[in-house]
């Protein structure tokens, strides 16, 4: 959550600062601020409530001249969204700014010890905590310490921070420090110039070359250079990586909205995929750093997917992905029970941890957790080198490309993908997929990027889902049912329309509607059915009959020549006909237009859905 960009160089830093926020946004968007050393030494801070556009306001107004700060991108935690709890916060003598990303769990007990030292607070944030401690421990330790001062506050905090530090006695470098699963902390190392972010589309832009730091790790950025270290006090050269995302992967482009973007990229995000993976010819998947070999893969007894959100409903359908191809049995679980359940692992289970971000904080612990039990550890993941990415023994990479819109959608049909890539490698490795059945269900993958493709043309030149929303805007609680492959697709499609249109809904298993939720339906509540024509279709067509019986409406995923689903429905979302593992990948698009669709019809902010963050890096 939150988002920090700084910069050191020579270049006015306000501007940057701004843009790279502006990147950041994703993030958190409730207050934003920066601190800024101006050409007078001193610290120069500015602070707005709500969006980055007031900060802007702000600067605009009261501009800032400098070539050293640090901005902030807030989502709350600790306090309202104000602009006396946006940060940065500083020190009663303005000698100290500072940004987190993070959570001071022990901010009650440090905030009692400061008051009694004789601190006062401003803010109601754990944050205020940290400046404070910082300003004690630089004027109680050596002289003139500023990283030994950042050292002695990280080591008092508890739970996870990311931390910039900008100080006035200190006016050529930021320090940027991580402790805990806190967010990336992604360093940026130019020609003259450094700069640190908490994730890469805010310095994209500028530089190619980035360190990312781990917990525990602090980097002191001048102009000249960057030097690295740990809480312990250590010194030592990092390797960078060099990111290959171009800035424009980052733009919004000709779209009106990141979501709207990613939706209708989903051709090309799935052909990069797909992309040095399909073996046409040899009929199999390539994948680089599965993290198993075929003795691994042939002993393991149990697979476990963790993941929240959006995510965790991939895993819903990586279950009988591997299942079924690979024939060994899956749990799936959400991060966030799972971490604090003390599940049952062994060196024959394969965790398989799904997350767009990377930086989930549940997730990550979940990953922790599965490699104190010493079980083998896979992360599907969009960004690469991020923290899950770098912890886990076996990694793919979704190469879905940045994804901006907090409403995750190219993510999800890319994570979808690399799990079907997953289970026939693992059904390759322990021989339990014959030779026809990979043939065909490789040959359909390259398939899939088309189909998309043109699932998308169709809806973009029919304008349909613009005309759905005009109808359903007005409900106010939407079903969706699905059975077998496509009940993950009932609870993403559902999960998509309450993120961002803020109607309720809920996803279920069709089968479950007589044991309960068949009694919500009247005219009032619209159904929307998952009615492929796969192995459970005559049983869909059922379900639908019996919400029609009470008078329900129903909107059907089907095939455009399927006359008597056609009929039976309300409204029909077509999708092509494939093959019945492609099928959920794609049957899940016609619902993201529709939720995108419906939130632009009641006027919801698409990108900026109130109270959500696009990284959870919290608890
Ligand atoms: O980055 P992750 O995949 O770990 O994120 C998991 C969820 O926070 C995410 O999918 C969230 O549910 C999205 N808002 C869904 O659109």
């Given at each position: 959550?939150?988002?920090?960009?700084?910069?050191?160089?020579?270049?006015?830093?306000?501007?940057?600062?701004?843009?790279?926020?502006?990147?950041?946004?994703?993030?958190?968007?409730?207050?934003?601020?920066?601190?800024?050393?101006?050409?007078?030494?001193?610290?120069?801070?500015?602070?707005?409530?709500?969006?980055?556009?007031?900060?802007?306001?702000?600067?605009?107004?009261?501009?800032?001249?400098?070539?050293?700060?640090?901005?902030?991108?807030?989502?709350?935690?600790?306090?309202?969204?104000?602009?006396?709890?946006?940060?940065?916060?500083?020190?009663?003598?303005?000698?100290?700014?500072?940004?987190?990303?993070?959570?001071?769990?022990?901010?009650?007990?440090?905030?009692?010890?400061?008051?009694?030292?004789?601190?006062?607070?401003?803010?109601?944030?754990?944050?205020?905590?940290?400046?404070?401690?910082?300003?004690?421990?630089?004027?109680?330790?050596?002289?003139?310490?500023?990283?030994?001062?950042?050292?002695?506050?990280?080591?008092?905090?508890?739970?996870?921070?990311?931390?910039?530090?900008?100080?006035?006695?200190?006016?050529?470098?930021?320090?940027?420090?991580?402790?805990?699963n806190a967010g990336g902390?992604?360093?940026?190392?130019?020609?003259?110039?450094?700069?640190?972010?908490s994730d890469?589309?805010?310095?994209?832009?500028?530089?190619?070359?980035?360190?990312?730091?781990?917990?525990?790790?602090?980097?002191?950025?001048?102009?000249?250079?960057?030097?690295?270290?740990?809480?312990?006090?250590?010194?030592?050269?990092?390797?960078?990586?060099?990111?290959?995302?171009?800035?424009?992967?980052?733009?919004?482009?000709?779209?009106?909205?990141?979501?709207?973007?990613?939706?209708?990229?989903?051709?090309?995000?799935?052909?990069?995929?797909?992309?040095?993976?399909?073996?046409?010819?040899?009929?199999?998947?390539?994948?680089?750093?599965?993290?198993?070999?075929?003795?691994?893969?042939?002993?393991?007894?149990?697979?476990?997917?963790?993941?929240?959100?959006?995510?965790?409903?991939?895993?819903?359908?990586?279950?009988?992905?591997?299942?079924?191809?690979?024939?060994?049995?899956?749990?799936?679980?959400?991060?966030?029970?799972?971490?604090?359940?003390?599940?049952?692992?062994?060196?024959?289970?394969?965790?398989?941890?799904?997350t767009?971000s990377g930086e989930t904080a549940?997730t990550l612990?979940?990953?922790?957790?599965?490699?104190?039990?010493?079980?083998?550890?896979?992360?599907?993941?969009?960004v690469?080198?991020s923290q899950a990415?770098?912890?886990?023994?076996?990694?793919?990479?979704?190469?879905?490309?940045?994804?901006?819109?907090?409403?995750?959608?190219?993510?999800?049909?890319?994570?979808?993908?690399?799990?079907?890539?997953?289970?026939?490698?693992?059904?390759?490795?322990?021989?339990?997929?014959?030779?026809?059945?990979?043939?065909?269900?490789?040959?359909?993958?390259?398939?899939?990027?088309?189909?998309?493709?043109?699932?998308?043309?169709?809806?973009?030149?029919?304008?349909?889902?613009?005309?759905?929303?005009?109808?359903?805007?007005?409900?106010?609680?939407?079903?969706?049912?699905?059975?077998?492959?496509?009940?993950?697709?009932?609870?993403?499609?559902?999960?998509?329309?309450?993120?961002?249109?803020?109607?309720?809904?809920?996803?279920?298993?069709?089968?479950?509607?007589?044991?309960?939720?068949?009694?919500?339906?009247?005219?009032?509540?619209?159904?929307?059915?998952?009615?492929?024509?796969?192995?459970?279709?005559?049983?869909?067509?059922?379900?639908?009959?019996?919400?029609?019986?009470?008078?329900?409406?129903?909107?059907?995923?089907?095939?455009?020549?399927?006359?008597?689903?056609?009929?039976?429905?309300?409204?029909?979302?077509?999708?092509?006909?494939?093959?019945?593992?492609?099928?959920?990948?794609?049957?899940?698009?016609?619902?993201?237009?529709?939720?995108?669709?419906?939130?632009?019809?009641?006027?919801?902010?698409?990108?900026?859905?109130?109270?959500?963050?696009?990284s959870v890096t919290?608890?």
């Amino acid at each position: 959550m939150c988002g920090i960009m700084g910069y050191v160089g020579p270049r006015a830093v306000a501007p940057l600062v701004l843009n790279g926020l502006q990147q950041l946004e994703y993030r958190g968007y409730d207050s934003a601020g920066m601190a800024v050393i101006g050409a007078d030494g001193e610290l120069h801070i500015r602070r707005a409530e709500g969006k980055l556009v007031n900060l802007r306001t702000v600067v605009e107004h009261s501009p800032v001249v400098g070539c050293v700060g640090v901005g902030h991108t807030r989502w709350a935690t600790h306090g309202p969204p104000s602009e006396r709890n946006a940060h940065p916060h500083i020190s009663p003598d303005q000698e100290f700014a500072v940004v987190q990303n993070g959570i001071v769990e022990n901010f009650a007990e440090l905030r009692t010890r400061l008051r009694e030292l004789g601190y006062a607070f401003a803010s109601d944030t754990d944050t205020e905590t940290i400046v404070h401690l910082l300003h004690y421990h630089y004027h109680n330790g050596s002289d003139a310490d500023l990283e030994g001062a950042v050292r002695a506050t990280l080591a008092e905090l508890r739970g996870p921070s990311a931390v910039v530090v900008v100080s006035r006695a200190h006016p050529g470098q930021l320090i940027a420090a991580r402790v805990g699963n806190a967010g990336g902390v992604a360093i940026g190392l130019g020609a003259g110039e450094s700069m640190v972010a908490s994730d890469l589309p805010a310095i994209v832009e500028h530089v190619r070359e980035v360190v990312y730091l781990e917990s525990g790790e602090f980097a002191v950025l001048t102009a000249a250079g960057v030097e690295f270290g740990n809480l312990a006090g250590d010194r030592y050269a990092k390797q960078p990586v060099t990111v290959d995302w171009s800035p424009e992967a980052v733009e919004r482009g000709p779209y009106d909205h990141f979501m709207q973007k990613e939706i209708y990229e989903q051709a090309q995000s799935l052909t990069d995929t797909l992309r040095g993976r399909l073996d046409l010819a040899g009929a199999t998947v390539r994948l680089e750093k599965l993290g198993l070999d075929r003795s691994q893969a042939a002993k393991l007894e149990r697979v476990v997917i963790t993941a929240c959100g959006t995510s965790y409903y991939a895993g819903l359908l990586g279950k009988h992905y591997i299942e079924r191809l690979a024939r060994i049995p899956v749990e799936v679980d959400y991060a966030g029970e799972f971490r604090y359940r003390d599940p049952v692992l062994s060196p024959n289970t394969l965790v398989i941890a799904i997350t767009q971000s990377g930086e989930t904080a549940d997730t990550l612990a979940a990953i922790e957790e599965a490699q104190r039990q010493d079980a083998h550890t896979l992360a599907i993941v969009n960004v690469v080198n991020s923290q899950a990415a770098r912890l886990c023994a076996g990694v793919v990479p979704m190469q879905a490309g940045p994804e901006i819109g907090v409403a995750s959608t190219k993510a999800f049909t890319s994570s979808l993908t690399c799990l079907l890539m997953v289970a026939v490698a693992l059904g390759e490795l322990r021989a339990t997929l014959d030779d026809a059945q990979r043939t065909a269900l490789v040959a359909e993958m390259g398939r899939l990027p088309g189909l998309a493709g043109g699932l998308l043309e169709e809806a973009r030149k029919s304008g349909r889902y613009a005309q759905l929303a005009q109808t359903y805007a007005r409900y106010h609680n939407f079903l969706y049912i699905g059975r077998g492959l496509h009940y993950a697709i009932a609870r993403e499609g559902a999960l998509k329309l309450k993120e961002i249109s803020y109607i309720h809904a809920e996803g279920y298993p069709a089968g479950e509607m007589k044991h309960g939720p068949i009694a919500l339906i009247e005219p009032n509540m619209p159904t929307v059915a998952l009615c492929v024509q796969d192995r459970v279709y005559d049983k869909m067509l059922s379900q639908v009959q019996q919400v029609k019986a009470r008078n329900g409406l129903v909107l059907a995923v089907g095939h455009a020549d399927d006359a008597l689903l056609a009929e039976m429905v309300d409204a029909l979302l077509p999708v092509p006909r494939c093959n019945e593992f492609i099928m959920p990948i794609l049957a899940v698009i016609p619902l993201q237009i529709f939720a995108y669709e419906m939130a632009l019809q009641r006027g919801a902010d698409v990108d900026q859905p109130r109270n959500l963050a696009k990284s959870v890096t919290v608890e």
